[in-house]
């Protein structure tokens, strides 16, 4: 099993197992604590500080390790969301057909013609930037991206004899979505959500970024970006540690998907 | 009339309905707030009288449907309403904007979309080669990077450690003269060109690749065209649908990338004004940026989907 794991597969799987370890154990390996003043203003690295100090004297390896904890566990709980909705009203969508399929579909249009960014920005103008909401937002507007998708595969899946035979047989839309179809859809929508975990890491840090998203004194890696920008313009690059991070863990996590692509949709290579 | 014209026709229509029910969406979702938008906006600690006059200044009391037309109304007639935090008119302010924000996307696109096709080109000529293989790489490295990185990392290296530019736009000005306003902009349009380019890269490649892999192909080779001729006369006609697609798609990705980008070099656009007054919570100006910008990227999307009617014969007159 290993053996068959391609080199970049097995790269992305390294770099993945270990951004979540650290995102568990942060509380444990994080050498000071999250919001603890340590040293001075930007400070370069050095042995106690092994990443320097932020822009008010925090450990930044130290705010890196709890950031990146904040923005795994956002992504994480954002794709739950998105694919849970995503998926179960697309099979839905799929399997009822008529006018239910319509008025999903069509409102899913009318949302994906909007830039989800934007969209986002419109509805937190209004509401307060709290985790649960953020979590909510991004997880509703990404769901309509899962939704085409799981449509798409569930009604070619519909048209199955055995689906035929489970209505036939009397059962209801609960039985046919969760029993027929999902076993069957599984596998393209466990590889796209790899892709949509990045979404969701690129789109909580966007925000943040933007100071729309996670509110200091916690972290996450977009808004440590937006901390240390200033220091960019005295050639301090603090601001680069976390988007190096955002930028490995996307990469990581994009060559794992394409494996798990790869894999379920070639023949050879087959489950 | 023309079965053309008529398509056309439908498509704008079409759009048009998209864009009306897209202003509904804006205007709901600043209204889905749980309690009271006056509350959200001035806080805990706003006092009785405060609240009252912003209940009555933004028309609170009045029934939403109301509002919603009062609103829409004043759009069509180019009315955009009052920003809440400054008083000024919004129209005004956000023309000039919108004018800076396609100065910017205006000059990117016009860099980025000819690379993009040489070099997609590229990658079909030697395609399973080392150009098409790096291409491929880049295009996975790029889309995993959010838009700020690549700014920072542009900022931090061309910007303060070499001197060639100014990190920041700060140089921009509306009375500067064109040249001035090219090299303030310099560093945001490398950065915007580089966010699309690869993707836009990679789907002029596969778009090219499919022309490249039809029957016709195989047959005008075999009949001893020369490559250049085989493109010319029918590979090209056949990829103006797809590519034109392909870059519209990545113009209004532009859109979106502008409103990072604009924050990180501190440029006076439209992203940075609505950035700006989403941290405000200024209502009105927000649902103003967010129509307009939706506006751009339903209408780049139309003229992909008008383009590849008019491109196509059996498109044009469906059967």
Redesign the interface.
Known sequence: MIRNIPLAAMVGLMFTGLYFAMAILAPWIAPYGMAEIVGDVWEPSSPEHLLGTDNIGRDLLTRMIYGGRTTIFIATVATLISFCTGSILGFWAAVAGGWVDQLLSRFVDLVMSIPSLILALVILSVMPVTVPVLVVVMGVLDSTRVFRLSRAVAVDITVMDYVEAAKLRGEGYRWVIFREILPNALSPLVAEMGLRFIFMVLFISTLSFLGLGIQPPEADWGGIVKENADGINYGIGAALYPAVAIATLAISVNLVADWVLNRTTSLKGGR | MAPILKLIAQRVALGLL?LF??SV??FI?????PGD?AQ??LGQSATPEALANLRRDLGLNDPPVQRYFAWLGGVLQGDLGTALTSGQDIASVMWARLGNTLFLAFWAAAISVPLAIFLGLLAVRYRDRWPDKLISGVT??S???????IA??L??FI???LRWLN??AIGFRPDADVFTKLEAIALPVAVLTLVVLAHMMRMTRAAILNVMQSAYIETAELKGLTLFSVIWRHAFPNSIAPVVNVVMLNL?YL??GV??IE??FVYPGMGQY??D???K???PV??AC?LV??AV??GL?LIADIVSIVSNPRLRHPK
């Open positions: 998209l029910m897209v969406l804006i979702g600043t209204l889905i707030l938008v959200s906006i996975l490295a889309i995993s990077v959010p838009e700020f990185l920072y990392v900022m931090f910007g303060v450690k990190p920041t209004a859109v979106v409103v990072v924050v990180v609505l950035v007054h989403v941290s919570r200024d209502v927000v649902q967010g910008f939706a990227y339903i999307n």
